[in-house]
């Protein structure tokens, strides 16, 4: 792996200004982007730590905290490890936070994340890859299809929601992708039950996308995240594997 070096940076939105965390490759010259969504927990160490693994693959990694318009992170206090006797807790302060980020939203901020990337020195010109986590899957969902011009790749991982019954459900947007998609699902999962799963493969299918649609069997929502109860090593590997060959593909 790449030596790697991270920073902090503010990301003006249209709302304010969203911190943010920026890992690339030490050495300075322009790499491809790669926009990282958080989970619910939001930027703090693990996320970044995420981000340098991914950085010393040869990207530019973004990850924005999408809370911006709630406080700078953490915007709620979490511990260092985050347990099964803790989520109660940190998700009845979180869920509001949660509930107040739209889909209009979502792809608002998102056209400034895209913009600020196309900006950067540090970014290569041309199209970015977008990866996310619980809800960053729905996001980065979300944001392929609000910018297809500008997205050439997005991934989700133990997304929840995606594909409700709701007017506003991200997998609607189906139809105006044109990047390649990547999902990989928790098993029993509450957040995505299987009407879900299929409901987002035939949208997917009937518009067209490039795309797969994997179920991690064993593997619990939040599988990636090495800093909860939820986290699986060798479904967190998998996952690895599998957003390193969709960015290979794609750049």
Known sequence: MTAVQGTAVDVPTEDGVADAYLSRPAAGVPRPGVLLYQDAFGLRPHLRAMADRLAGAGYAVLVPNVFYRHGRSPVVELPEF???EARPDIFERLLPVMRSLTPDLVTRDAGAYLRWMARSPLVADGPVAVTGYCMGA???LLTAGAHPERVAAAAGFHGGRLATEAPDSPHLVAGRVTAEL???HADDDPALPPEE????EKALTAAGVRHRCE???G???GFTQADTAAYQGAASER???ALLDLLTRTF
Do not use: M, N, P, Q
């Not at 799963?197 to 987002?200: F, H, T, V």
């Open 239 to 241: 996952h690895w594997a």
């Open 182 to 184: 990547y999902f990989g």
């Open 219 to 221: 593997a619990r929502h």
């Open 82 to 84: 985050i347990d099964t």
């Open 138 to 140: 729905r996001l980065s």
């Open 215 to 217: 179920v991690y069997e």
């Open 197 to 200: 799963k299929e409901r987002l």
